[in-house]
C-alpha cells in the first residue's frame, strides 16, 4: 500500500462528525473505524464523542474510566470515549483542538446540526437503495437548509452510499450536484487491516 | 566434643571442626569403607534441634545435588547426623586458580539455581537455605552440590527465625531480620554469580551484569521474583550465545543505538545503519523502541510503501508500531535496530550496542558502566576529533567520530565506513 494519500492529512482536519441518513447503517461503526484508525495507526490523540441520550458503547468501552475537564470519559485501546454526551459538552471539547475529535450523531436535530456543521469534516451516511433513498432524501433537505437547521451544503462535508451500483450514484450526482462514495467495507473497528487505511485515509482529506 | 560410642561403626579420619559442645567430623564407615560427614551436638546446646531439623528438612527433596542423610542417632549426650560427604573443590578454591569462560559461567549458574529451585519447591513447603557463600558450593565437573544446611528453615517458620547469615552473601532483609522468603536466595546466588563473573572471561558482560543487579536488588520488590525465573533468564543468555555460535547467523540479531542524552542523534544513526545494512542486502528493520519515529515517516516520505506492519522507503525497513486496534502482523525476520532513545534499559536487551554521545557541554552525559563491554560500541556524535581522543582516554575505548552531515538523503562514504567498521568486529556480519 502507497503512502501517498497520508503526505496529504492535514493537521486542520481535526473535528470529524458522522450522521446517518437512518438507522442501522453503520455510522457507529465507520465512526469507531476512524477513531481507532487514527489512534492506532497513526498515533493521534483521539476523542470519540457519543452524541446521544443513552449510549450503545458503554458495555465495550466502558470499563476503565477517567475524566477530561470534569467530564467522565472512557479509556478503551488508546482511544478516550465521552458516551452520551451533552451538545454542550462536545461543543466544550471541539473548542479545545487539542486532539482528533470524531462525532457519532444519533439524530441530527436543531441542536445536534450545530456540531454537526462546526466540524472540519462532515461525513453524511445513507443509502441510495429504492426503498430507502427517501431517507437519504430528507436528511439532504434538511442539510440543504431545512427548518431550524444550522445548515447548508459545504465542501466539508462527504456523502456515502451504502452499495457500489452506478445508477445509484447517477442519481444522487443528479439531484445534488455533487459526488457520492461507497462506504468502505470494515470488518472490524477493532481489528483493523493494512487495506483499510487508504479508504479511512480519504474520508479526512 | 567428639561423641562417644561411636568407634565400633566409625573410624574418625579427621576433624574439620570442634568446639566445646560440637563437632564435625570426616568419618570411615567401616562396614561398606565409605567416607561420611557426621555431625554431633551436645543435648544441651540451645541448637541441639537444629541437627533435627537440617535431617527433616532434606527430606522429600528431589535433588542429587545436595547431600543424602544417612542417619540421625544419639548418645547420652550427644545427637549426631551422619551424611554423603560431598567430595570435590569449593567454588572459592576453584576460583583462586581458575578463569571461568562464559559458557563455564552460565552452566554453574544454571545448575546453582536447578539446586535452589528443587529446595524452593519442597513436596512439604519451600525450603529457604540462607547461607548461600563460595565455601559452600562443592564443583563437581559442571554439577553444582550444595553442601551445609545448618541455618536453612521452612518458608512456613521464616516468620520466627533468628537473623542468621553471612555478610556480603546474604540478603539485607535476612540480616536484620525483616520479612523473609525464597528471594533472599535469589539475592545470594546472584551474589555468587557476580562472584562468578569478576572470576571470569565475561566481567563486562553487560546482559549478565544487568540479570546480576536484578537480582541483588535491595528493594526485594524489584528483586527477581523466583528462582525458575532467574534459571529461565540465564538459559537465554546460553541459548543467544548457542544462537550466535550456530547456524543463524545474523538472522534475529538486535542492535540496540542508545545514547548517552537526548538528542545525540540516535535516531538518524540507527536509521542510517538500516540503510546501510538493507544496501549490503541484510536484511534490516529499524525500531523506535519509545517514540514514533515511523508514524512520523509514513506522513512525511514520498513514494514510501506499506506491507504487512513494515514501512519501506528505499533502503530504509521500519517495523510500524500499531497500536491494539490494527490487525496483528508478524514481526519480519531479520536483523533489528532498536533506537532506543536514552534508554538504556531497553539498549542491554540486544546483542550489540551502539552507545551515541555528544560533546554539548550543557547536556548531562551518563556513561554506564557496561560501556566496556566488547558488543558495546562508541560513537561520538557533533564532536571534534580532539573531544574523540579525550573520550577515548579517560574511558579507555575506542571511539568512533560520526561526520557531520551534509545531507540526510544519502549514505555518506563516511558513516559507510565507520559501519562497515563496527560490525567487522562481529564474526556473523
Not at chain 2, 136 to 148: A, E, K, P, S, T
Not at chain 2, 263 to 270: K, Q, R
Not at chain 2, 277 to 295: H, I, S, W
Not at chain 2, 317 to 332: L, V
Amino acid at each position: 500500500m502507497s503512502t501517498k494519500q497520508f503526505k496529504n492529512l492535514k493537521n486542520t482536519t481535526k473535528n470529524i462528525s458522522f450522521i446517518g441518513a437512518s438507522r442501522k447503517l453503520g455510522v457507529t461503526h465507520m465512526s469507531l473505524c476512524l477513531a481507532n484508525f487514527l489512534h492506532s495507526a497513526l498515533k493521534k490523540k483521539v476523542i470519540y464523542i457519543e452524541l446521544a441520550e443513552e449510549s450503545s458503547l458503554l458495555e465495550l468501552v466502558g470499563e476503565k474510566q477517567i475524566y477530561i475537564h470534569d467530564m467522565l470519559a472512557f479509556k478503551y485501546m488508546g482511544v478516550t470515549y465521552v458516551l452520551a454526551c451533552s451538545v454542550e459538552d462536545a461543543m466544550k471539547l471541539l473548542n479545545e483542538r487539542d486532539a482528533y475529535i470524531i462525532v457519532d450523531i444519533q439524530n441530527y436535530s436543531g441542536k445536534t446540526s450545530e456540531i454537526f456543521n462546526r466540524c472540519d469534516r462532515q461525513i453524511v451516511i445513507g443509502s441510495m437503495k429504492p426503498w430507502c433513498r427517501v431517507d437519504y432524501y430528507n436528511l439532504m433537505n434538511k442539510l440543504k437548509g431545512g427548518e431550524g437547521m444550522h445548515s447548508g451544503m459545504h465542501d466539508s462535508q462527504k456523502y456515502y452510499n451504502i452499495g457500489n451500483l452506478k445508477n445509484e450514484k447517477t442519481d444522487f450526482m443528479k439531484a445534488y450536484k455533487c459526488n457520492i462514495e461507497s462506504l468502505p467495507i470494515i470488518e472490524n473497528p477493532f481489528s483493523i487491516k493494512e487495506e483499510d487505511f487508504e479508504p479511512l485515509a480519504k474520508m479526512i482529506l | 566434643m567428639i561423641p562417644d560410642g561411636i568407634e565400633d561403626r566409625y573410624d574418625i579420619v579427621s576433624v574439620l571442626r570442634e568446639t566445646a559442645a560440637t563437632a564435625v567430623l570426616l568419618v570411615n564407615y567401616k562396614t561398606i569403607g565409605a567416607l561420611r560427614i557426621l555431625k554431633a551436638i551436645h543435648r544441651a546446646h540451645p541448637d541441639a534441634f537444629s541437627i533435627l531439623s537440617e535431617a527433616h528438612l532434606l527430606q522429600g527433596i528431589q535433588s542429587s545435588q545436595i547431600p543424602t542423610i544417612y542417619s540421625v542417632e544419639d548418645t547420652n549426650e550427644m545427637y549426631y547426623l551422619v551424611e554423603e560427604f560431598v567430595e570435590g573443590q569449593t567454588l572459592r578454591e576453584y576460583l583462586l586458580d581458575t578463569k571461568l569462560t562464559k559458557t563455564e559461567l552460565l552452566k554453574l549458574a544454571i545448575s546453582l539455581c536447578e539446586v535452589v529451585e528443587a529446595l524452593h519447591n519442597a513436596k512439604d513447603g519451600p525450603v529457604i537455605y540462607r547461607d548461600m557463600k563460595p565455601e559452600h558450593i562443592i564443583l563437581q565437573g559442571d554439577v553444582v552440590r550444595l553442601i551445609d544446611f545448618g541455618i536453612s528453615i521452612r518458608k512456613s517458620e521464616a516468620a520466627k527465625a533468628r537473623p542468621l547469615g553471612t555478610k556480603n552473601w546474604a540478603a539485607p532483609e535476612q540480616l536484620n531480620g525483616s520479612f523473609l522468603d525464597e528471594r533472599c536466595d535469589i539475592y545470594s546466588v546472584g551474589k555468587i554469580i557476580e562472584f562468578m563473573q569478576n572470576n571470569s572471561y565475561a566481567k563486562d558482560d553487560f546482559r549478565l551484569k544487568k540479570l546480576v543487579s536484578q537480582a541483588i536488588n535491595t528493594d526485594v520488590n524489584k528483586r527477581i521474583d523466583s528462582i525458575t525465573n532467574l534459571k529461565k533468564q540465564l538459559c537465554d543468555l546460553q541459548n543467544v550465545k548457542l544462537n550466535n555460535i550456530s547456524e543463524k547467523g545474523n538472522l534475529d540479531k538486535k542492535i540496540a543505538v542508545v545514547g548517552s542524552s537526548h538528542s545525540a542523534g540516535t535516531t538518524l544513526i540507527a536509521i542510517n545503519m538500516c540503510r546501510y545494512l538493507n544496501k549490503r542486502k541484510m536484511d534490516a528493520y529499524y525500531k523506535d523502541v519509545e517514540g514514533d519515529t515511523v508514524q512520523n515517516l509514513i506522513s512525511n516520505l514520498k513514494d514510501a510503501k506499506i506491507k504487512e506492519g513494515v514501512l519501506y522507503h528505499e533502503y530504509f525497513k521500519g517495523i510500524i508500531d500499531y497500536g491494539e486496534a490494527i490487525e496483528k502482523y508478524m514481526p519480519p525476520k531479520g536483523i533489528q535496530i532498536n533506537d532506543c532513545g536514552t534508554n538504556l534499559d531497553m539498549a542491554l536487551e540486544s546483542d550489540i550496542v551502539i552507545f551515541v554521545t555528544s560533546s554539548a557541554p550543557f547536556k548531562e552525559k551518563i556513561i554506564p558502566d557496561w560501556i566496556a563491554s566488547e558488543s558495546v560500541y562508541l560513537i561520538s556524535n557533533f564532536t571534534s576529533k580532539l573531544e574523540c581522543i579525550k573520550l577515548s582516554k579517560s574511558l579507555h575505548k575506542k571511539v568512533y567520530m560520526y561526520p557531520i552531515l551534509k545531507s540526510i538523503k544519502r549514505l555518506q562514504k563516511e558513516e559507510e565506513r565507520i559501519f562497515s567498521t563496527i560490525l567487522q568486529n562481529e564474526k556473523d556480519f
